[in-house]
Nanobody
Framework: VQLQAFGGGLVQAGGSLRLSCAAS????????MGWFRQAPGKEREFAAF????????GYADSVKGRFTISRDNGKKNVYLQMNSLKPEDTAVYYC??????????????????WGQGTQVTVSS
């Protein structure tokens, strides 16, 4: 599966952005999806997860209550709605896919495919 993330940009603190990740190739509903992010000088970290069906989601504590992950299997897209953005949310955001399995996908090694990343910058 090929992934392409887009929707990043520059936003003021307290603002919102919606990231999208478009998939092509194999059946999208075969895959659980995740969003990760990498801030300058830091390791890439987990942000959000959604199961292939959309019934199970999970979030990093740092984004819980502010970010919402969703998916549309018919359109082969996964989304990350980001509200109440903070300067510390500044990072390159990546979408990732893994063949569906049980359990949350919260670590990089659980994923097989990655998008190219989209930059999110939150100004104070």
């Amino acid at each position: 599966v090929q992934l392409q993330a887009f929707g990043g940009g520059l936003v003021q603190a307290g603002g919102s952005l919606r990231l999208s990740c478009a998939a092509s190739g194999r059946t999208f509903s075969d895959y659980d999806m995740g969003w990760f992010r990498q801030a300058p000088g830091k390791e890439r970290e987990f942000a959000a997860f959604i199961s292939w069906s959309g019934l199970t989601t999970g979030y990093a504590d740092s984004v819980k209550g502010r970010f919402t992950i969703s998916r549309d299997n018919g359109k082969k897209n996964v989304y990350l709605q980001m509200n109440s953005l903070k300067p510390e949310d500044t990072a390159v955001y990546y979408c990732a896919a893994r063949l569906r399995k049980s359990g949350l996908g919260t670590t990089e090694t659980q994923y097989d495919y990655w998008g190219q990343g989209t930059q999110v910058t939150v100004s104070s």
